[in-house]
C-alpha cells in the first residue's frame, strides 16, 4: 500500500517542480525584459556624480575664461556638482581643445572652444591635433563678438573718408596705399581684412601685430590706418572719439552701437565675420548629457547675470542646439577654409 502511494505521489511531485521552473524562468523573463528600462533611465539620472572639468584653451582673465567661470558658478545648483574651470593655454587654443578631444566621453570633460579652436586653425596650422567634427560632439554656441571697421579719425578726415563707400573707392583708386592692423598672421581681424579686400576687390597692406592690444595702440599713433578690431576693446576708444567706427562686421547690427551699419549694409552683400565660442564635448558623449549640458547653458545664458557680463564684454548671447551649433560649426569652416587659403597665413 505505501509503495503504491509512494508511486502515485511521484508524478505529482515531478509536474509541481515543473510548474514551478515554468514560473521561475517566466519571471526571469520579465525580469531581463524590463531592465533595460529600468538601468538606463538610472544611468542618466546617476550623471553628474562627480564634479565636471571646463578646460578653458586660453590664458585666465580674458573674455572666454571670465564667461566660462561665470557660467561653471551657474550650473553647479542645477547640476549638483560643483563645474571647475581648467586654463590650459598654448597652440592658439589647439592645446586645451585637444586635451578635452582625449579625454573620456563620459560628460565630465567639456571645453570652451572658439572660432580659432573649431574654423580657424584647422586650416592655419601645418599640422592638427584633432580632428574638429569627428573629435567632438557639439553642445552649444555661448555667445558671438562682432569685429567692427574703425580708422584713426585724423587719418580718415585727412584721406576723406567717412564710410565704408569711401574706403572702398579711396582703396580702390590707390591700390596697395592703406594698410590695416591686426593682432598677428590667422587673428580673426587679419582674416576679416582678407574677406574685405576678397569681396571689395581692393589691395590693402597688412600689418600683423603680437597681439591686438598692441596692435590698437598702433592705430591710435596713426602708425596704422584702419583695424577690424573686437567690439569689446574698441568700444571705449570709439565712445571718447579716438577710432571712428564705420561698420560692424556681423550680419546683423550690434545692440551695443545700433546705429553702426554692417558691412553687408554698406555695399558688400553677404559680409559675415564674428568672434564666436561655445561648448564642445568629446565624441561619443551620450546624447542625453548632451542635451542636458545644452539645456542648461541655455538657462544660464539666460540669466540676468550672464547676460549682463556678455555686455559688458560687448558680446550677445546666442545658444544653439547640438545639430544646429554643429551645423553653424561647418559652415564658419567653410568660410575660413578659402580665407585662410587667400590670406596665405600658415603657423607650422
Given amino acids: ?28 523573463l520579465m525580469l531581463a ?13 546617476a550623471w553628474p556624480s562627480k564634479p565636471i572639468r571646463f578646460v578653458v584653451p586660453y590664458p585666465p582673465g580674458g573674455p572666454l575664461d571670465s564667461v566660462a567661470r561665470a557660467l561653471a558658478e551657474s550650473l553647479r545648483d542645477p547640476l549638483g556638482q560643483t563645474v571647475v574651470v581648467e586654463n590650459r593655454p598654448g ?10 578631444a582625449k579625454s573620456a566621453p563620459d560628460g565630465y570633460s567639456i571645453v570652451m572652444g572658439a572660432v580659432a579652436t573649431h574654423a580657424i586653425n584647422p586650416y592655419l596650422y601645418a599640422k592638427m591635433p584633432y580632428d574638429a567634427n569627428r573629435d567632438f560632439a557639439p553642445v552649444t554656441r555661448v555667445a558671438t563678438v562682432p569685429n567692427v571697421l574703425v580708422m584713426n579719425p585724423e587719418t580718415a578726415k585727412e584721406l576723406g573718408i567717412g564710410s565704408v563707400e569711401d574706403l572702398v573707392a579711396y582703396a580702390r583708386s ?10 598677428g598672421n590667422g587673428s580673426a581681424g587679419h582674416l576679416a581684412g582678407e574677406l574685405f579686400k576678397a569681396q571689395a576687390k581692393v ?11 598692441p596692435a590698437q595702440l598702433g592705430l591710435l599713433g596713426a602708425q596704422t590706418d584702419l583695424m577690424f578690431d573686437n567690439l569689446a576693446s574698441a568700444a571705449p576708444q570709439i565712445r571718447a572719439g579716438k577710432l571712428k567706427a564705420f561698420a560692424v562686421t556681423t550680419s546683423q547690427r550690434s545692440g551695443f552701437f545700433p546705429e553702426l551699419p554692417t558691412v553687408a549694409e554698406s555695399g558688400l552683400p553677404g559680409f559675415d565675420i564674428s568672434t564666436w565660442f561655445g561648448v564642445f564635448a568629446p565624441a561619443g558623449t551620450p546624447p542625453a548629457i548632451v542635451d542636458r549640458l545644452n539645456a542648461e547653458f541655455g538657462k544660464a545664458l539666460a540669466s540676468p547675470a550672464i547676460r549682463e ?3 559688458k564684454l560687448g558680446a550677445e548671447p546666442s545658444p544653439l542646439s547640438p545639430a544646429d551649433f554643429a551645423a553653424f560649426v561647418r559652415t564658419e569652416q567653410a568660410k575660413y577654409e578659402k580665407v585662410v587659403k587667400a590670406s596665405g597665413a600658415r603657423v607650422d
Avoid: E
Wanted: net charge positive; charged share 15%; glycine share 10%.
Fill in 174 to 183: 590707390h591700390p596697395g596705399k592703406l594698410n590695416y592692423a591686426s593682432g
Fill in 91 to 100: 597652440a592658439g587654443g589647439n592645446l586645451g581643445a585637444d586635451n578635452v
Fill in 309 to 311: 557680463l556678455l555686455a
Fill in 203 to 213: 589691395s590693402m597692406v597688412h600689418i600683423p601685430y603680437k597681439g591686438a592690444a
Fill in 1 to 28: 500500500m505505501k509503495d503504491r502511494i509512494a508511486r502515485a505521489s511521484r508524478p505529482a511531485s515531478a509536474l509541481a517542480r515543473r510548474s514551478a521552473t515554468r514560473v521561475l524562468a517566466a519571471g526571469a
Fill in 33 to 45: 525584459s524590463a531592465i533595460p528600462f529600468t538601468i538606463a533611465p538610472a544611468a542618466a539620472q
